[in-house]
C-alpha cells in the first residue's frame, strides 16, 4: 500500500516518506531485530528496548540532506540507542539524590508526551512544562511512576529542575531585522533552551510592564517581542510570528508555532494560535484592549497629521 502524506512529515511527498521509512525500517530491523512501525503516528517501537521512538526530529534531519546520505543519518541516530539502555536509565531515574543534579524543565508539544505520564504543568495553547532528565547529549521526560517513587513536592521539585535548566543555559540573545519587524532571539545548543520562558525577568530584560510575546518554534529557540505603546508592536510581533512559523516548520526539535503572552511574575496567557495554518488572536480582554488603544491613537495621530494639526 502507498504511504500517503504524514501529519508528521507533511513536506514529503509519498513516495519520499515511503523512502525515508524504508530506510528506518532496514536500520532498526539489522541493529535491534524485532520492532514495530506505525506509519500514521510516525513512532517505531523496538522490542529489545521496550520503547517507542518518535521519527519527526529524524525526518526533520534527513528533510535538511540529501537522500542518499539518509542511511547514514538514521543509522547514527539509532546507535544512540545503545546509550540508553531500560535497566540503565531506571536504575538512574529511580535515585532522586542521584538525579536531581540533572533535572531539567523542557517545553514541550502534546505528541512529545504521547507514550508516557508526563510530570510538569499545562501551559496555554496546548504546550507543556516537562520535567525531564538531561543525559549526554539528549533528554528523557519524567514519568509519573518514577516520580510517585519519589516521595517529592511536584511543585518544589519543578522550581529546583527550572532554577537548574537556566543556571545550565548559556544562550546568545541576538536582534534581527528581517520584514521590517525588530525583536530578539535567544538560541542555544540545548534542548531545553525554550524553557527560559519559565524562569525569571532576568532572561528577558528590558520588559516594560505589558511584557512581551514569545514563541517557541524549536527546543533550542525562543523568540521575544516586547509589548509597548507603539504602533510598530503591529509589524513587529508580525515579522516574529512569520519567522517563528518557518522555524517551527523546519525544526528538528518542533515545539509550537503558537504564541504566548509572557509578564514579570504572571501565568503565562495565551496570545495567537497558529496550528491550525492560520492566525487567531487568543489574547485575553485587557490585552487586546490595550492594543486596541494603540492602534487608535496611531489613526488619530494619521488623521491629524492629514490635517496639519500636532497633538
Sequence with gaps: METSICAWAPWWPAEKTRRFLSEVEEVVGARFGEFELDEAEGTVTVSELDCVLGLSNLAQMCRSVDPEDWRMLVYSHMARLDDFAPEVLSELIGDFERVKGDLRVRVVSPNHLEHIDPVGDQLPLGM???????????????????????GQDQDEVMTAALANTVAAKEVVSTEIEEMKGQFKVFTGDSLFTSALMLGSADAMPEVGPWGAVVTVPTARDLLVCHVDASEEFVNNSAAMLAISYTRYLAGPNSVSPNALWWRPGEPLEAFARLDNASFELAAPPELRDYLSSVLNAGVERSQSRAEGIDL
Design 128 to 150: 507543556f512544562a516537562c520535567l525531564s532528565v538531561a543525559l549526554e547529549g539528549a533528554t528523557m521526560p519524567v514519568d509519573r511512576g518514577h516520580f510517585d517513587q519519589w
